[in-house]
């Protein structure tokens, strides 16, 4: 079983910044995909942020040249650097972490992070 945790959510005002942080623990071998999504209410969760274990990375067209992801595989961590956020960033965000673990294949969620931008 490999759990993620994410933290690092809150409140702030339009142009402002927050740092996200993933971790995941448990038996883990090598996790290939660590990615952020996100949830606004009445919304579907979609793709945020996305980085391979060899440093690709992906971002959905709406945070091109806000955000960042970046991650520490030797600590299985993940971060999200957001920068002007903007009211409709607001939405839960959820860490996912795909790889291998005890020989077998694993897709984990963490519980979100709350973020919250005020016009």
């Known amino acids: 079983q490999v759990q993620v945790v994410e933290s690092g959510g809150g409140s702030v005002q339009a142009g402002g910044s927050l740092r996200l942080s993933c971790a995941a623990s448990?038996?883990?071998?090598?996790?290939?995909?660590m990615a952020w999504y996100r949830q606004a209410p009445g919304k579907q969760r979609e793709l945020v942020a996305g980085?391979?274990?060899?440093?690709?990375?992906n971002y959905t067209d709406s945070v091109k040249g806000r955000f960042t992801i970046s991650r520490d595989n030797a600590k299985n961590t993940a971060y999200l650097e957001m920068n002007s956020l903007k009211p409709d960033d607001t939405a839960v965000y959820y860490c996912?972490?795909?790889?291998?673990?005890?020989?077998?294949?694993?897709?984990?969620w963490g519980q979100g992070t709350q973020v919250t931008v005020s016009s």
């Open positions: 448990g038996i883990i071998f090598s996790i290939r995909v």
């Open positions: 980085m391979t274990d060899d440093g690709t990375t």
């Open positions: 996912n972490a795909d790889g291998r673990g005890a020989g077998r294949y694993f897709s984990s």
